[in-house]
Every structure is written in C-alpha cells, then in structure tokens.
C-alpha cells in the first residue's frame, strides 16, 4: 500500500515513514507545500492529511488531485504518531 502524509510537523518526518514502514507502506511526507505539488502527489492508495498543521491551500490542492485521481483521503486533526498508526491499522483492516 502506498500512502502519501500532507501536513505534520517537521521533526517527525522519520517517525512517520518509519511507523508506515512498519505496516508496509510506502510513504511521501510533504509537511510543507512544494512547487508543482499536485504533480508530486502520483497516485498513491491513501491521503493522509494532518489538518492542524497544513495550509488551508495545501489542502485544497490535494483534496482536488485526490478527487480527480480517486483516491481515498483520511483526514486527522491531530498529527501524532498514535493517529497514523490507528489511520493504517484501520485501513489494513
């Protein structure tokens, strides 16, 4: 499974990727917003977006791209590293 992380804080980059690592996921962790970002989302199987911490543009512009690409968007308000692993252990269930 292939999983993209929008929003989160900085320093917790390698904790992300290595909880998702961990239930066999690939992972992209974009905490802050990059040129051409829409092209840099791809294709995954799940967007997770950390909502207290990402720009309300940010958001517009991957909940657009998941739209046109159908794919499955999970949103949490916390970005802790509990509320990513309960997101994938739902999601493998």
């Not at 999983?3 to 992300?16: A, E, L, S």
């Not at 905490?31 to 970002?37: E, I, L, R």
């Not at 799940?46 to 968007?73: D, G």
Request: some cysteine.
């Amino acid at each position: 499974m292939s999983v993209v992380i929008i929003g989160g804080h900085d320093r917790m980059v390698c904790q992300y990727k290595q909880i998702c690592r961990q239930h066999k996921c690939k992972v992209k962790v974009f905490t802050q917003m990059p040129s051409a970002f829409d092209k840099k989302i791809g294709t995954p199987d799940l967007v997770v977006l950390f909502t207290n911490t990402v720009s309300h543009k940010m958001v517009k512009c991957a909940v657009a791209e998941a739209k046109n690409k159908k794919i499955e968007i999970v949103r949490s308000h916390t970005s802790s590293q509990a509320a990513l692993k309960e997101i994938l252990e739902e999601k493998r269930r």
